[in-house]
């Protein structure tokens, strides 16, 4: 036994940790500690520690050591959103309207006429025209923002004669976000504030907006989503609009323009054939028991469809709850953040007539909104008012009320829009009386933005023909 654990010491004192170990699991436990005490050098090495071996370290085995990989939407970085006034330009604005800091921007054909006329410039002056000397305001679509109407802002200020707004509607561009959600958790049904993202709320800024300018009346343009704005407003207060123009407008104009008939002089008929038959069948038993019976059972048909229609609603107000809920949700905002991620940019190009035009610069306005603090929740919160819009059930459908529509209405669309069909706005136009349609050729859903010229000159002709607008001789010089 002996000659065994000589022949293992040399090895013990070379490898104290390692090779100690391995040959403990060698030796039976019954004769480790006699072993130990018969060797104290063994004990003590045993329980001395050591330095670690330092071996050669390939830099390939080891774990990278990558940057943490920044949160993008659509090129935009996540990490580092802001305010949204903090990304206004000098040229922009905010007001407060209902608690919403609503972000705007004004162009003044005064102070156009004194730059130009600063710069030497009279050719575009808008002198040369007479003036229709009517507010416009701009509506911008769904997803959209300022940004759609830059490029057309300061001319159509010099066709009017007077002020051009275009403000960001909640939930777009750099209008502040609230959390509509807790607020409206509070109080009661009086006095709760409005949703912001709902289209009362809208219709009313756009009001707002006609007040702000100090005028009686204004000429609403609504492109896409935005016409709807228009029209809605139109109807609220028809005495405030001078005029209405929808560019590729996103509203579903019906099949066929036959007006509704408001009375029933079938049913009526029926009613009074329904009175002779009981007049004339008092002295017969029978046919009084017959229509008894037969006026029953139309009660209970009635009241059958009474708690079917109230089922109904049962069952769409519970589908709305559930269909909010789940939006409001961690997974609805990650949905909404990934179709944005996705489909955003893609979006934008397929916009354009040739996606080739699509530059940066255009790609960086449509995406500056994604800067903003609470930027998907806003977005869900606009769609959830959009799916559960309870004001617009009680009222009659859009569609049945383009015909009341009486003020001088210029519809324009790209002939080759992929977003919004040109036929649809055929139809439309048939449907608002008095209406003129123009299409654009090489056009898509982007017309003020695409063909800025060309749209400009079909307001412009649109202004002359509504207005009376004509154009003043210009003074030639003497010969």
């Known amino acids: 036994m002996s000659i065994c654990v000589l022949h293992l010491l040399p090895n013990c004192l070379a490898y104290p940790q390692l090779q100690l170990q391995t040959r403990r699991k060698q030796i039976p436990s019954i004769w480790r500690k006699p072993i130990l005490k018969s060797f104290p050098i063994i004990a003590s090495a045993s329980s001395t520690s050591f330095p670690p071996a330092e071996y050669p370290v390939n830099p390939e085995q080891l774990p990278e050591t990558r940057p943490k990989r920044k949160k993008q939407i659509a090129g935009i970085d996540q990490d580092e959103l802001q305010d949204p006034a903090l990304l206004a330009d000098p040229d922009s604005c905010f007001c407060e309207f209902k608690g919403v800091q609503i972000h705007h921007k004004i162009y003044d054909s005064e102070s156009l006429a004194?730059?130009?006329?600063?710069?030497?410039?009279?050719?575009?002056?808008?002198?040369?025209?007479?003036?229709?000397?009517?507010?416009?305001?701009?509506?911008?679509?769904?997803?959209a923002s300022i940004y759609s109407w830059n490029r057309v802002m300061k001319p159509l200020a010099q066709v009017t004669g007077s002020k051009v707004l275009a403000f960001d509607r909640p939930a777009f561009g750099l209008t502040s976000r609230l959390n509509h959600v807790n607020d409206s958790s509070q109080g009661s049904e009086?006095?709760?504030?409005?949703?912001?993202?709902?289209?009362?709320?809208?219709?009313?800024?756009?009001?707002?907006?006609?007040?702000?300018?100090?005028?009686?009346?204004?000429?609403?343009?609504?492109?896409?989503?935005?016409?709807?704005?228009?029209?809605?407003?139109?109807?609220?207060?028809?005495?405030?609009?001078?005029?209405?123009?929808?560019?590729?407008?996103?509203?579903?104009?019906?099949?066929?323009?036959?007006?509704?008939?408001?009375?029933?002089?079938?049913?009526?008929s029926n009613q009074t054939e329904g009175d002779d038959l009981e007049v004339n069948s008092k002295g017969n038993w029978f046919t009084t028991v017959v229509s008894i019976l037969s006026k029953l059972s139309q009660y209970l048909g009635q009241a059958i469809m009474q708690l079917v229609k109230g089922m109904g609603d049962m069952i769409n107000s519970l589908y709305k709850k559930t269909l909010s809920a789940f939006l409001r949700s961690t997974i609805g905002i990650m949905l909404v953040r990934m179709i944005i991620d996705k489909f955003g940019l893609a979006a934008v190009r397929n916009a354009w007539y040739d996606p080739k035009q699509v530059d940066d610069h255009v790609l960086q306005g449509y995406t500056k909104p994604l800067r903003a603090k609470d930027w998907d929740k806003a977005l869900v919160e606009y769609t959830v008012a959009m799916l559960t819009d309870s004001a617009s059930e009680s009222k009659l459908p859009l569609s049945k009320k383009l015909g009341e529509i009486s003020c001088p209405v210029l519809i324009v669309t790209g002939d080759s829009d992929r977003l919004v069909p040109p036929w649809n706005s055929e139809r439309l136009s048939r449907a608002i009386p008095g209406s003129c349609l123009e299409i654009i050729k090489n056009c898509g859903h982007l017309p003020h933005e695409e063909k800025v010229d060309k749209f400009v000159s079909i307001v412009d002709r649109f202004l002359e023909r509504v207005f009376g607008v004509q154009k003043e001789p210009r003074l030639q010089p003497a010969t």
Request: aromatic share 8%; proline share 8%.
């Open 114 to 143: 004194t730059n130009l006329s600063e710069e030497g410039d009279s050719s575009r002056s808008p002198n040369a025209n007479k003036r229709v000397n009517i507010p416009m305001i701009l509506l911008h679509g769904f997803g």
């Open 190 to 268: 009086d006095t709760r504030p409005f949703n912001p993202y709902s289209m009362v709320f809208s219709v009313l800024a756009t009001l707002y907006f006609i007040d702000f300018l100090a005028t009686e009346k204004a000429i609403l343009v609504g492109h896409s989503a935005g016409s709807l704005v228009a029209v809605e407003a139109y109807f609220e207060a028809p005495e405030r609009v001078a005029a209405v123009i929808l560019v590729a407008p996103a509203i579903l104009a019906p099949l066929n323009s036959c007006p509704v008939a408001k009375d029933n002089p079938s049913g009526k």
